[in-house]
């Protein structure tokens, strides 16, 4: 059964950064486009980067609200995907998620809280 460990949540000041990683395991991880998501309290899951597997090109999408300051990655032999988050701001605390995309497969979350 796949796995999706998501590793890197904590406290952070306004204008700080993390790194998100999520880990995978029992899966073929380079042939899947993969996602990060969050869900703030109250809110929907929404989507915040993909990144696509790499076979055709790397390509990546953002949410509007944080292009420019995060930033998606990937490392096929480490089977593992990131997220760098830069310039962040209280709007960004929710709990994050990997996803491998066009699955039902999620992690169980990492929780990034931006508060001073």
């Known amino acids: 059964q796949v796995q999706l460990v998501e590793s890197g949540g904590g406290l952070v000041q306004p204008g700080g950064s993390l790194e998100l990683s999520c880990a995978a395991s029992?899966?073929?991880?380079?042939?899947?486009?993969m996602g990060w998501y969050r869900q703030a309290p109250g809110k929907q899951r929404e989507l915040v980067a993909t990144i696509s597997s790499g076979r055709s090109g790397r390509n990546t999408n953002y949410a509007d609200s944080v292009k420019g300051r995060f930033t998606i990655s990937r490392d096929n032999a480490k089977k593992t995907v990131y997220l760098q988050m830069n310039s962040l701001k209280p709007d960004d605390t929710a709990v994050y998620y990997c996803?491998?995309?066009?699955?039902?497969?999620w992690g169980q979350g990492t929780q990034v809280t931006v508060s001073s």
């Open positions: 996803h491998v995309e066009g699955s039902n497969k």
């Open positions: 029992r899966i073929i991880f380079s042939i899947y486009d």
